[in-house]
């Protein structure tokens, strides 16, 4: 048994996301082991397990460090959990529990092995989704009271949180607010689906009433902070006169909210200020040295660019353009197109307007994240309805002024009306 080892050093792989084909790749798997497990292993151990020095047969106590890391008891767990752990297996298995009425023990044993993987995260969405168009809130209960999430990271739980919110938005909502009230006392659930998919679409509408749902189950002070902004932005957007009327201050917990959310923070203070203090700028500016700014600036650079604050957009844009513009992530073309709608309109406000019409360009609308479509297509065609303005070009403007009434009807955000007032040519 301890000479059939392929397969672990395959998964080990997989779940670091490091495919070894250099030493430098062994020193970065050496140090992601170290740093998730308290056992450790030595350099020259996995320089042999993968070919930089003479093999030998592995120890089982290199191996069993190896299963540790995939979160495995041991090698010999590994080894017999091993076909539940890929993801054809673990695809057959979800298909199969379908047909049951009820889920047990058994059945949770297998979904925490399959989750090991964390891209089998995506399955279990697509299981999930199943079990909300038939309304079986019994098994959605049992679900997220005892499924194991904490090998899943953030990009494949945002998979996770599109895959089930959209299942839920497809059903009446006389049957999804019940399952939304029902599993939202659960951290799993509301953290990584209401919280995580942010749906500017319907922010006048259901998910307003989901908003109201996290208020009632909220765990932490995280949770009412970001109901207070959506509510905000919901009645700035809107143009609910009373937007003034809502005060929000940072809680003792603020230094460690998550970036998007002090973004939306400073976000709102640009959006309810006449104009953007130095004290703010700097406040936001020292945030930025100490945060991941593509995720902390994504509310930031669309308030900036609805209250004409060019000069402290372009300073922003031009100090973190290279920060800004992240690959590795999966909302990284939603956070790209925020970014090149910013950069098209400091552009434009320099009068280059080849340059703003380049950057609308490499916006790819169609890979933006769902709930975000909407909003960010109103800022796309603003900013083209600007530019096509600025170039007395009659046709892209009327297109441009088109596409924005469709998406305040879908949105209800009346604001991109009154802004385009100013740029409609006649």
Not at 25 to 31: G, R
Not at 133 to 159: A, P
Not at 221 to 236: A, E, H, N, P
Not at 239 to 264: A, C, H, M, W
């Amino acid at each position: 048994m301890y000479n059939d080892y392929s397969q672990l050093l395959i998964d080990v792989q997989k779940k670091s996301n490091i495919t070894v084909t250099s030493v430098r790749d062994v020193k970065f798997l050496k140090e992601e082991i170290d740093t998730n497990i308290d056992n450790s292993i030595g350099f020259n151990t996995l320089r042999r397990l993968f070919g930089f020095l003479d093999k030998t047969v592995p120890s089982v106590t290199t191996l069993n460090t190896l299963s540790l890391y995939l979160g495995f008891s041991s090698f010999s767990s590994y080894k017999n959990n091993q076909a539940n752990y890929s993801e054809w297996y673990f695809q057959q298995t979800l298909l199969r529990m379908q047909r049951q009425s009820k889920i047990g023990t058994e059945e949770i044993n297998k979904i925490n092995i399959g989750l090991l993987d964390e891209k089998n995260i995506v399955y279990l969405a697509y299981f999930l989704s199943f079990h909300v168009e038939k309304n079986n809130l019994e098994i959605l209960d049992v679900i997220f009271k005892h499924v194991d999430f904490k090998h899943i990271t953030g990009t494949q739980f945002h998979k996770f949180s599109t895959t089930i919110s959209l299942s839920l938005s497809n059903i009446p909502e006389k049957k999804a607010l019940p399952i939304y009230e029902s599993l939202m006392h659960y951290d799993t659930f509301r953290n990584n689906i209401p919280l995580l998919y942010i749906d500017y679409t319907n922010l006048n509408s259901r998910y307003y009433k989901i908003l109201k749902i996290i208020e009632r189950n909220a765990a932490n002070d995280s949770d009412i902070f970001f109901v207070s902004l959506m509510k905000f932005y919901k009645r700035f957007y809107s143009e609910n006169t009373d937007y003034q009327d809502i005060e929000i201050f940072k809680s003792i917990g603020f230094p460690d909210f998550y970036s998007v959310l002090k973004g939306r923070y400073y976000g709102y203070c640009i959006l309810k200020s006449k104009s953007v203090s130095k004290t703010l700028k700097n406040e936001i500016l020292k945030e930025c040295t100490t945060i991941r700014v593509s995720f902390f600036l994504e509310e930031i650079i669309p308030a900036l660019l609805i209250k004409n604050e060019y000069e402290f957009l372009k300073l922003i844009l031009d100090t973190y353009y290279e920060e800004l513009f992240e690959s590795d992530v999966w909302s990284s073309t939603t956070t790209s197109a925020i970014y090149l709608i910013g950069l098209s309109n400091s552009n434009w406000h320099a009068k280059s307007y080849s340059r703003a019409k380049r950057n609308l360009e490499l916006v790819q609308l169609e890979l933006v994240e769902i709930g975000y479509y909407d909003y960010l297509s109103l800022l796309y065609y603003y900013t083209k309805l600007k530019i096509s303005f600025s170039e007395k070009a009659i046709e892209i403007n009327r297109n441009a002024l088109k596409n924005i009434k469709l998406h305040v009807k879908k949105t209800g955000f009346k604001l991109f009306l009154s802004l385009a007032k100013e740029f409609s040519l006649k």
